[in-house]
């Protein structure tokens, strides 16, 4: 497979062609944070936290670094004042719908972001597809999916699939950015899913 020749942060690099410039900077040990990506999935680009800039032919424009590809000769910056401040909001957007998640809260640390600066819409999910894209692309079950759209999508256990299948993997649980995914099963669960039969029947 040919290599592209480019520059992260000042630095020559070479990467496969076909690499995104997530990949590309992960192997160079550039940290670019991520909450919907993950290496057995296909790229999602849902958060946009890893929105870099790319300098190309003397143009510039932001980019969401995993499903961006590895081009020859252009420039990428993966962290600066303005990529901060465009990740700060994204953070406080997310933490409007999850303030207490572990990795949000981490990451408001290290951007100064407030997690009171828009009002709460608290349920708990970020949209991130971590747990429906893997149950999908990996295990191929697609017991749970995302219903509505818009400001009023949620994630939703499709409870025919989802008693039979999710006792017995529950793979997606760790997944979860916000931890929220367990509670989601036990509500649906308790809710939604089929009774079950007595013994005998």
């Known amino acids: 497979m040919s290599e592209v020749q480019f520059e992260i942060d000042g630095k020559k690099v070479k990467s496969a062609e076909g690499a995104t410039l997530l990949e590309a900077a992960r192997e ?8 919907c990506h993950h290496e057995r999935l296909e790229p999602f680009g849902g958060c946009r936290l890893c929105i870099v800039e790319v300098e190309e ?3 510039t424009k932001l980019v969401v670094s995993c ?10 910056t993966t962290r600066s004042e303005k ?12 933490m409007a719908h999850a303030p207490a998640a572990p990795e949000l809260v981490k990451l408001a640390q290290e951007y100064g972001a407030d997690q009171d600066r828009y009002e709460q819409d608290t349920s708990f999910c970020i949209h991130c597809g971590l747990c ?9 079950k697609n017991a749970i999916g995302f219903v509505d759209r818009g400001i009023n999508k949620e994630i939703s256990f499709i409870p025919q699939i989802a008693a039979v299948e ?17 509670a989601a099963f036990v509500l649906a669960q308790a809710l939604s899913f089929p009774p079950s039969k ?4």
């Open 28 to 35: 160079e040990g550039i940290y670019i944070p991520t909450l």
């Open 198 to 201: 007595p013994e005998g029947e």
């Open 83 to 94: 990529i901060d401040r465009i990740r700060k909001t994204i953070i406080e957007l997310l």
């Open 67 to 76: 499903v961006y590809p590895v081009a020859e000769n252009i420039k990428v």
């Open 166 to 182: 999710c006792n017995d993997c529950k793979e997606c649980f760790p997944l979860c950015p916000t931890s929220y995914l367990q």
């Open 57 to 59: 032919r003397g143009w």
């Open 132 to 140: 429906v894209r893997y149950c999908n692309e990996v295990k191929g």
